[in-house]
């Protein structure tokens, strides 16, 4: 059985960083795309940062490019997201979510096939 576990969302300063992580049991993240999507309440789920298959090509929407850095530890099965410079908007629910079917990054939300429970991050100004 899969199960995808975000953690190290909180609360920070505007200007502050934090990590998110996403650990998966049942599967192998190295194997697949792995994305993270954040959404905040009623608005749709935005992809945010995706590391494709092989590691090799990553994306950053607009919105966080250069601020964002995703990666991942094959030896922990882990996957990180390094947030720097948070402002008001980072504000949201992030999930990390797992596409089990293309080898690169197909960024709508309904691409992906498993998805965590979330982890909040909530910047102050």
């Known amino acids: 059985q899969v199960q995808v576990v975000e953690s190290g969302g909180g609360l920070v300063q505007a200007g502050g960083s934090l990590r998110l992580s996403c650990t998966a049991s049942?599967?192998?993240?190295?194997?697949?795309?792995v994305a993270w999507f954040r959404q905040t309440p009623g608005k749709e789920r935005e992809a945010v940062s995706c590391?494709?298959?092989?590691?090799?090509?990553?994306y950053y929407s607009d919105a966080v490019k250069g601020r964002f850095t995703i990666n991942r530890d094959n030896a922990k099965n882990t996957l990180y997201l390094q947030m720097n410079n948070l402002n008001s908007d980072d504000t949201a629910m992030y999930y990390c979510?797992?596409?089990?079917?293309?080898?690169?990054?197909?960024?709508?939300?309904?691409?992906?096939?498993?998805w965590g429970q979330g982890t909040q991050v909530t910047v102050s100004s």
């Open positions: 049942g599967l192998t993240l190295a194997n697949y795309p």
């Open positions: 979510a797992i596409d089990f079917r293309r080898p690169n990054c197909s960024l709508g939300y309904k691409n992906f096939d498993y």
């Open positions: 590391i494709n298959r092989s590691g090799r090509s990553t």
